[in-house]
C-alpha cells in the first residue's frame, strides 16, 4: 500500500503526549477530525479517560485531518497496527472497501472493532463488534416521517456523504424502502408516489461546503420539489452557509409544500430544527459511542463475550418536540 504521511491531528498528539509510558493504547479512528460529529465521539473517550486515570489504559482518538482522505484513514489505522502500544483499535471507515482490503492484508493480532459506520456485511468478519446507529432503521425514521408529512408523495433528492461509506448507504436503502414499501429499493421511481430527480443522489465527500452549494442548485434547479433529505448533517455543520441557501426556500419550507429532513442533532442543526430551516432532524448518539468503545475494547482484550452488534439509538426530533427530544 502506497505510504502516505498523515497528521493524527492536534487533540489526538495532545494526548499520545500526555499518557503515561505503561498505558496500553485503545485507540478511536474516525473519517475527519474536520466533521463536528466526530468531535462529539472524542468528547465521550475524554470523559472515558477521565473516569479510568488509573486503569493502565488510554482512549486515543485520532483521524485524517480531512473527511475526504479515505487513503489517510486506512494509513493511520496502519501505523497504528504497528505501534507495541495499541491494543485494540475502533474504527469508523470511510471507504468500507478500502478498508477491508488492508485489513486483510495485514491479519491484525489485536481486537479490531467499528464504531459509528461499519464494513461491509461480506466484511463483518474482520471485526470484533460494531458499536453505533442502527443505520437501516435511521433510513426507516427518515421514510416514516417524510410519509406523515407528505403522504402523497412527490419529488425527492437524497444528499448522501462518501460514494463507499457503508452506514450513509444503509440509510439511504431504508428511507428508500420505507417510502416504497418494499425491500431492495435502488431509486425511487413512483413507488408510493416517489421519484427521485434527475442529478439526485448528490454526494457530499464530508464537505460541509459542498453539501452547502449542492443543496442551493438543487433548490435553483427544482423550484417544485418536494422534499430534500440529508442523509447526513454535513450542510448543517456550517450553520452561517445552511442559513443563506434555506433563506431562499423559506417560504416553502414554512408552507411545507418543501419540506427538510436530516441526520443528526448537534446544537447548530437543533437551532435550525427550531427556526423552521428543517422540519425533522433523526440524531445518533456520538458522545455515547465515544464513551462506551473504550469499555467495549477492554472487554474483546479480555476474552469477554461481547455481542456482534451494539446499537447506541436514535433521536427523534421534529418542531413539536425539539425542547425534550435529545436522549442518551
Known sequence: ???????????????????????????????GLDNPFFEQINQGCQKWNRENASSGYKCFYTGPASSADEVGEVQIVED?????????????PSNAPLMARMLKQKAPK???????????????????????????????????????????????CLQLGNVAAANINERAAGLRDTLAGKKGTDKLAGQGGWNEIAGC???????????????????????????????????????????QVTDQVM?????????????????????????????VQVGQRPFEMGYKAPSVMIDLLNGKTVEPIIFTGLDECTSENAASCIGG
Open 1 to 31: 500500500m502506497l505510504k502516505l504521511t498523515v497528521l493524527a491531528g492536534i487533540a489526538g498528539l495532545a494526548l499520545c503526549s500526555t499518557a503515561s509510558a505503561q498505558d496500553k493504547t485503545l485507540a478511536i479512528v474516525v473519517k
Open 80 to 92: 497504528l497496527l504497528n505501534r507495541p502500544d495499541v491494543k485494540a483499535i475502533a474504527i469508523s
Open 110 to 156: 489485536i481486537p479490531i472493532m467499528t464504531i459509528d459506520a461499519d464494513l461491509s456485511k461480506d466484511d463483518a468478519g474482520l471485526r470484533k463488534t460494531y458499536l453505533g446507529t442502527d443505520n437501516y432503521q435511521m433510513g426507516v425514521k427518515f421514510g416514516e416521517h417524510l410519509k406523515k408529512l407528505k403522504g402523497s408523495g412527490g419529488t425527492i
Open 201 to 243: 443522489p448528490v454526494f457530499t465527500n464530508d464537505q460541509a461546503d459542498l453539501a452547502n452549494q449542492q443543496m442551493a442548485d438543487t433548490f435553483t434547479a427544482n423550484p417544485n420539489l418536494t422534499a430534500f433529505v440529508l442523509v447526513g448533517g454535513w450542510a448543517q455543520f456550517a450553520p452561517q452557509a445552511y442559513a
Open 251 to 279: 417560504a416553502k419550507l414554512k408552507q411545507k409544500s418543501l419540506v427538510i429532513v436530516a441526520g443528526d442533532t448537534l446544537p447548530p442543526q437543533m437551532e435550525a430544527l427550531k427556526a423552521g430551516r428543517s422540519h
